[in-house]
């Protein structure tokens, strides 16, 4: 298998914990988003949308980080990233995209390039706009997990939702969020931390890690 | 079941078209997300994210739309909304993820309400910064469709990519969005309009569509 993707990218990440979790190799292919190598032709002839990470096994080109790590759930199902009962998996799939719906996307790299180059806005009301979505978004994840507080997100286990929680609490870092208000969120995240699949994948840690 | 859910909310009519695909009943419980209903009390004790679409379903409440397809499909398997194999529901996944990660979070009321409210963003700005994510975000959508062209966006049958792509195209004619470098998609989006599973759940069509 073959990961393309980018040390700094939370979605990238997501799926290194996934594949790390799961115990699978693979050859790491960086993509340098801020040199926008994925405008380059090699890689726009891998990736119709252009975007990090890309997952090829064999003769499947998977995108989209849930749908890799969905991907990767049942063509390696051991441990499992979903839990074996439907609601449950429901409840993990949700929080999963109550980050990668409601918070990442408003605060990838293209999104701020956009705001900044096109719509002229100052640093200063680029960095409210991401503090924003990312402390109220956070605050919807830490309701939930309140309301049925377990060791990871949900349960006795890494899951999906860990992949995608980890990685955005090094983004809201990133951009110096108030995190005292989630602390059953940051409980998990310490705990996912301790673990060498998140420790061990950490954008730091990465091939095209800068200084 | 209940399924708390706004006419206008394209999240809402993905589930929607969902269970009227598998030919489900259930109770339609409007939430006017103009009027802010979403933050009324008696929502907010049942969904922790005050958002729309949320499922409620015996003891399990299910919320964010792509979660609540997966749990249909769970527990009414037929018809299928994703294919038997694990590349193809991948596909499936990332299609719909591309539309639901990558243009819609972008458009949505709440975002759309902070950057004019609090970024001061001129209306005309607003349109543009809508425009250039679902123009470009189709654009990427359409480069797959056309590597890889079926009936529906896979295969001879709708599925959970399907779903979510017909709402986000009366979204882009909302925002008077180019279409016609798209026809793939279009092609896609016309024959889903002949299916009454689509048509008849249109937001036009729902108990509390507005004039």
């Known amino acids: 298998m073959e990961l393309f993707n980018y040390y700094r990218s939370s979605a990238s990440y997501r799926v290194r914990i996934a594949l790390a979790l799961k115990g699978l190799d693979y050859d790491y292919r ?3 988003l801020r040199r926008n190598e994925q405008f380059q032709e090699s890689y726009a002839a891998v990736s119709a949308a252009r975007l990090v990470p890309l997952l090829r096994d064999g003769d499947a ?4 980080s849930l749908a890799i790590i ?15 009962d439907a609601a449950g998996r429901a409840r993990v799939r949700a929080l999963a995209l109550d980050i990668a719906c409601e918070i990442h996307p408003l605060n990838n790299l293209r999104v701020l390039r956009f705001l900044v180059h096109d719509l002229k806005l100052a640093d200063e009301d680029k960095n409210r706009w991401a503090r924003h979505w990312i402390e109220t978004g956070l605050e919807t994840v830490e309701r939930q997990l309140a309301a049925r507080p377990a060791v990871f997100c949900h349960g006795e286990t890494p899951t999906l939702a860990d992949c995608v929680l980890v990685p955005q609490i090094l983004n809201a870092r990133r951009f110096d969020c108030r995190l005292d208000h989630v602390p059953q969120v940051m409980r998990v995240f310490e705990t996912c931390m301790r673990l060498p699949a998140f420790a061990d994948t950490h954008p730091e840690r990465c091939p095209d ?3």
């Open 209 to 211: 890690a800068e200084p």
């Open 61 to 64: 080109v998977v995108t989209q």
């Open 70 to 84: 969905e991907y990767l759930d049942e063509t390696h199902p051991e441990p499992p990233l979903l839990p074996a």
């Open 30 to 32: 960086a993509v340098h």
